[in-house]
Nanobody, 115 residues
Framework: QVQLVESGGGLVQPGGSLRLSCAVS????????MGWYRQTPGKTRELVAS???????NYADSVKGRFTISNDNAKNTVYLEMNSLKPEDTGVYYC?????????WGQGTQVTVSS
């Protein structure tokens, strides 16, 4: 019933910026934590940024100072603002929702940082 739909990915030059969106729909109960993960084919999925229902945020060391996670509850949307992008930021970015013992994933959106 819960659905996460990511958008906003694309091709960008090193040093450029993108903003990813994750639209959430469906019935969600309890405290919700949101996160963005990224994955490169053949590699494990890694946490990029997360935000709690209370607004606390965490970032991977590799993106601190460059990425910002935020949420707009009125729009049921979570964002990942990515600045000063590097080639190593390339990957499929997935939105994740955790509500109690349940975890939901979006379909992913491709981000490619290349000259």
């Amino acid at each position: 019933q819960v659905q996460l739909v990511e958008s906003g990915g694309g091709l960008v030059q090193p040093g450029g910026s993108l903003r990813l969106s994750c639209a959430v729909s469906g019935s969600i109960r309890g405290i919700v934590n949101m996160g963005w993960y990224r994955q490169t084919p053949g590699k494990t999925r890694e946490l990029v940024a997360s935000i709690t229902s209370g607004g606390s945020t965490n970032y991977a060391d590799s993106v601190k100072g460059r990425f910002t996670i935020s949420n707009d509850n009125a729009k049921n949307t979570v964002y990942l603002e990515m600045n000063s992008l590097k080639p190593e930021d390339t990957g499929v970015y997935y939105c994740r929702l955790v509500a109690g013992i349940f975890i939901h994933w979006g379909q992913g959106t491709q981000v490619t940082v290349s000259s």
